[in-house]
């Protein structure tokens, strides 16, 4: 059964901190890997989409990691801000566009002042 | 200048009611999906259309029609509403030519209480 597991349920920092989030995936066939930030009362913002071939990429301060031999991938927030604040999912596409996509629960970021 | 737009923000009625939400997109994108989210916050995709057409329909009960008038609308009609369709549902927008790396744009969300 495909799955997507997050880790951990939910995180606490102080700001300026940093931290890292983690997605385990057991989706077959791969397409990509995304992650989305979701604030509270609104929709998923796509942050990073990594597709096989890609083991990392950054969207400002946020950098996200693949590897796809564990089939593991991870979150890397630098410097965390008060409006980092939220939901943050992981999710994996197989081949075959949206009808595919696996959802992660998330992982509830809280930055304390 | 919000890319999806979802009405009503709240939906509270009760039990057998009828409801619709509403969803417009000025992207430009010719695919459009409702994704309900439940209280465990899993985002599952329940319909997806692409140019007006119906692409996806994942087992949803037929109390959920959705209704594609253009390509910029994608709007969701519920009959006899049950407690169990207590959620928040999800428009999202796309374009359909890029798989691999299209992006998923989601409205803020309706919240739907079902009392």
């Known amino acids: 059964k495909n799955q997507v597991e997050q880790s951990p349920q939910s995180l606490i920092i102080l700001e300026g901190k940093n931290c890292t989030l983690q997605c385990n995936y057991t989706v077959s066939p791969f397409s990509n890997l995304r992650w989305y930030k979701q604030d509270t009362g609104r929709g998923p913002v796509s942050l990073t989409i990594?597709?096989?071939?890609?083991n990392t990429k950054s969207n400002g301060r946020y950098t996200a990691t693949l590897d796809a031999d564990t089939k593991q991938s991870s979150l890397h927030i630098t410097a965390s801000q008060l409006s980092d604040s939220a939901s943050y999912i992981c999710?994996?596409?197989?081949?075959?566009?949206?009808?595919?996509?696996?959802f992660g629960k998330g992982t509830m970021l809280l930055v304390s002042p | 200048d919000t890319a999806v737009s979802q009405t009503p923000k709240y939906l509270v009625t009760q039990m057998g009611n009828d409801k619709s939400i509403k969803c417009e997109q000025n992207?430009?994108?010719?695919?459009m999906y409702w994704y309900k989210q439940d209280s465990k916050k899993f985002l599952k995709i329940m319909f997806s259309y692409n140019n007006k057409e119906l692409i996806i329909n994942e087992t949803v009960p037929n109390r959920f029609s959705p209704k594609s008038p253009d390509k910029a609308h994608l709007n969701l009609h519920i009959n006899s509403l049950e407690l169990g369709d207590s959620a928040v549902y999800f428009c999202?927008?796309?374009?359909?030519?890029?798989?691999?790396?299209?992006?998923?744009?989601f409205g803020s969300g309706t919240q739907l209480s079902v009392l």
């Open positions: 999710v994996v596409t197989s081949p075959g566009g949206y009808s595919t996509l696996t």
């Open positions: 999202a927008s796309s374009q359909w030519t890029d798989r691999t790396n299209e992006k998923l744009f």
């Open positions: 992207l430009g994108h010719d695919t």
């Open positions: 990594m597709t096989f071939s890609e």
